[in-house]
């Protein structure tokens, strides 16, 4: 039979951990102080991290409308290259194309009167139809209609002012056959009373050598006082009728002065109503214009913010945004105010695009090319920005490997700044905290 042997702690040998708690304070405080040293000595590169954007070194254009309208036809689509002069969009002119097709009418039917007038002013036998009339939208039938109509009215004033000349010029004609007769008998008075005279003569040297009567003296003086008083009459009519033409004549004068005064009344208020209806038609043309919205440079569709035929637009309201042609690409963001003493012109910068895949994608360097002077207040959020401008050289765009870049993409924005050591970037957060907390009061 075996006996058991027991062993009390006592009897157990005693280990001691001094040493290895001195040797792992050791090694704790080697590394505090190489971490500590390493902090105090390494200088590291610090970066101001900012979100940017793709843009244009020129500003996009604006396309707008002055007048604004329903769109009728969308012409483009966000993205596409168009010409200066490219119709965008088409807005619905039915309203306009039939004011401007009644005020085309109204102006061939004017300037054809106008013509009339100016051919009755003039007394002239006919007139044409005006210059200019093949520019207007009327049909042709129409003017044809409205010329076939004044040409009616000009015919018949023409044959009233004719018959009344005629009349007068008839008289005229009468009176001067008149004038013709009174002469005829004038001469034949003169001829007569000469006779009577001569014979009076004989009769008297006959009645002194009494070998007449003197009755037949007094019967020869009473006929050559006769004679004497017709030749008065004929002289007397033949002065009132010379007069009656005068007055026949001052009555053709006066009757075509009456007739150009009409025409030249009825022609001013005809060319008032005309520069008044070329006035309102050069306003509907610029209106017809601009119902075709045309790109006012060329360059590519940025944005379009009409999407649908038939919705209204309202007047100076964005409808597209045009990248011009010759623009080019740049970098820019905003830097915070407590942030703008790090960030200065011709400081590095490394750009990374997040619209890219990441993995496939390097970052890019460049420097910072533009710094505002003053801040800029974000109406957004309230803050104040700094505006800034990366400067990217073209063998660094050319790392992305032929992907597009377009103005509106983000871009991640890393402003190096002045080297700090790891010591400093610890410590600076307690210092700034105790020297606010020294200055409350």
Do not use: C
Request: net charge negative.
């Amino acid at each position: 039979m075996k006996l058991k042997t027991t062993t009390t702690p006592a009897d157990q040998p005693i280990y001691s951990i001094r040493g290895r708690v001195i040797g792992g304070l050791f090694l704790t405080g080697l590394l505090v102080t190489g971490i500590f040293g390493w902090a105090a000595r390494a200088d590291l590169a610090g970066a101001v991290v900012l979100t940017g954007e793709v843009a244009v070194d020129r500003n996009l254009r604006v396309v707008q409308h002055a007048d604004g309208g329903i769109v009728q036809e969308i012409l483009v689509s966000a993205g596409d290259a168009v010409e200066a002069g490219d119709v965008l969009i088409r807005l619905d002119n039915t309203a306009a194309w039939t004011e401007r097709a009644i005020l085309h009418g109204r102006i061939a039917e004017f300037s054809i009167r106008r013509m009339r007038l100016e051919a009755q002013r003039e007394l002239r036998d006919s007139f044409d139809l005006p210059e200019g009339l093949d520019e207007l939208v009327t049909p042709r039938a129409t003017i044809m209609s409205i010329y076939a109509g004044e040409l009616r009215i000009f015919e018949g004033g023409i044959a009233s002012y004719r018959s009344r000349r005629e009349q007068l010029e008839l008289g005229i004609q009468q009176v001067r056959a008149e004038i013709e007769g009174l002469e005829a008998r004038l001469a034949a008075n003169g001829e007569e009373i000469e006779l009577v005279s001569t014979e009076n003569s004989r009769v008297e040297e006959l009645a002194g050598l009494q070998l007449t009567a003197r009755n037949a003296v007094f019967s020869i003086n009473r006929e050559n006082v006769r004679l004497q008083g017709e030749r008065g009459d004929i002289l007397s009519m033949l002065a009132r009728a010379r007069s009656r033409i005068s007055e026949l004549d001052l009555d053709i004068l006066a009757m075509d002065d009456q007739a150009r005064t009409d025409a030249q009344q009825e022609l001013r208020e005809i060319e008032t109503q005309l520069t008044e209806l070329n006035e309102r038609r050069m306003v509907v043309e610029t209106t017809l214009a601009r119902t075709d919205i045309r790109a006012p440079i060329a360059g590519r569709l940025n944005d379009l913010n009409i999407n649908s035929v038939g919705g209204v637009i309202s007047p100076a309201e964005i409808l597209a945004t045009i990248v011009p042609e010759d623009a080019n690409l740049v970098f820019t963001g905003q830097v915070p105010v407590v942030q703008i003493e790090q960030v200065e012109v011709e400081r590095p910068a490394r750009l990374r695009f997040s619209a890219f895949e990441q993995s496939a994608t390097p970052e890019i360097a460049g420097i910072v090319e533009y710094v505002a002077a003053a801040a800029t207040r974000d109406e957004a959020t309230g803050g104040d920005f700094y505006d800034i401008r990366i400067e990217v050289e073209p063998e660094e765009l050319a790392l992305l490997g032929g992907r597009e870049l377009r103005p509106g993409m983000p871009v991640e924005i890393y402003v190096t700044t002045s080297e700090r050591t790891a010591l400093s970037y610890l410590v600076k957060p307690f210092r700034d905290q105790i020297a606010r907390a020294f200055r409350e009061r």
